[in-house]
């Protein structure tokens, strides 16, 4: 019997209690750099725009529509790509350290730099992957909203941006539920290929992905309560969420373990009545 | 609880009102680990919903009144 997502947060409150310090010190780093990479950015954008007043005069600064088009586009693409990949390699190490805290094994704070010292090129692989799809996916929506303040916001394009913002919302929805555990599977097995983490990931997702959009749409509360709160909330919220998806998969694996083990084979190596390799190569 | 007295405290400071009712409801929130809050989760619970409200209600209508420079 799979388990209520309300029964699985619960244990990850339980998990998380007592362990608050260390996992909200996880989160402080996360937020600590994105904290450094805002007041970077924002002086960064006061000397641009400081600069091209005293070269094309006051009150033109700020005029985004002057700027040299592609190349901003490509430097804010390769900022942002070093950025969202220096927070995800964090968030794995936050991945490890939970999931050590959940499975009673050691853990402490030096977890948190795990995925740049253990294989960080599968690491850096599997972000690469996630972040193309993503990439790929918004490329419809970048291009109708370029076209859109080019052409001067048609009613007609503005129809189309707004489908194509829905069409790269639900494409990393279904992303999501079908490749969500990709991480923790790499975080748990490091020695693992990335290819097997998401081929892995969506076979346990198979008649999970309801519980887990469930999941997603019952921390919404909470994240506007952050939003309320200036982002400090997500100190203590972030660790939550993350424990909260251990818990899901960790559920998931146990409920493979119990599903129809044959009599001479050892229980846990067994998927939907097959040995649990062979199905995950499959 | 603290955070849901200190956001009724400063409800008359309306984004600090926020804040602390957005947290001190947070915290009663990752607090339960039954089926059923403890008292001072609870009155925690409470009272910062109660600060959150009034620092709403407070930023409301300072801002209808023109307290923010008088733009409204």
């Given at each position: 019997m799979k388990t209520s997502i309300s029964e699985l947060k619960r244990r990850s409150r339980r998990t998380l209690s007592g362990n608050y310090n260390l996992a909200v010190g996880g989160a402080a780093i996360i937020g600590a750099i994105l904290v450094v990479v805002y007041i970077c950015l924002v002086f960064m954008i006061i000397s641009v725009v400081i600069k091209r007043e005293i070269e094309m005069?006051?009150?033109?600064?700020?005029?985004?529509?002057?700027?040299?088009?592609p190349s901003f586009y490509i430097v804010s693409l390769v900022v942002g790509f070093v950025i969202v990949l220096f927070i995800s390699f964090f968030q794995f190490g936050l991945f490890r350290m939970l999931l050590h805290m959940t499975t009673h094994q050691p853990f402490s704070l030096?977890?948190?730099v795990f995925a740049f010292s253990k294989r960080p090129s599968r690491f850096l692989g599997l972000f690469a992957i996630c972040y193309g799809v993503g990439l790929v996916l918004s490329i419809p929506y970048s291009v109708l909203r370029y076209v859109s303040s080019a052409t001067g916001h048609m009613p007609v394009i503005v129809v189309l941006e707004i489908l194509m913002y829905l069409l790269l919302l639900v494409g990393s929805i279904v992303f999501r539920l079908n490749y969500g555990l990709a991480g923790i599977l790499l975080v748990e097995?490091?020695?693992?290929?990335v290819i097997s983490c998401f081929r892995e990931s969506r076979l346990l997702m198979k008649k999970n992905k309801g519980r887990m959009f469930y999941m997603m749409l019952s921390f919404i509360g909470m994240l506007l309560l952050v939003m309320g709160s200036f982002g400090i909330g997500m100190l203590w919220v972030l660790p939550y969420i993350t424990e909260t998806n251990i818990q899901f998969y960790l559920d998931i694996r146990a409920g493979i373990v119990l599903e129809?083990?044959?009599?001479?084979?050892?229980?846990?190596?067994?998927l939907n009545g097959k040995p649990y390799e062979s199905a995950v190569d499959d | 609880m603290i955070m849901g007295i200190l956001g009724i405290v400063t409800t008359c400071c309306c984004f600090i009102g926020v804040i602390f009712g957005c947290l001190g409801t947070i915290f009663a929130l990752i607090s339960k680990k039954g089926e059923r809050f403890k008292n001072t989760a609870l009155a925690g619970l409470i009272l910062s919903i109660i600060a959150l409200v009034l620092a709403v209600v407070v930023g409301i209508l300072m801002l209808s009144s023109g307290a923010y420079g008088g733009i409204y």
């Open positions: 005069g006051p009150g033109l600064g700020w005029d985004i529509t002057t700027m040299e088009k030096r977890d948190m097995r490091p020695e693992k290929t129809d083990p044959p009599a001479r084979e050892p229980a846990s190596t067994y | -």
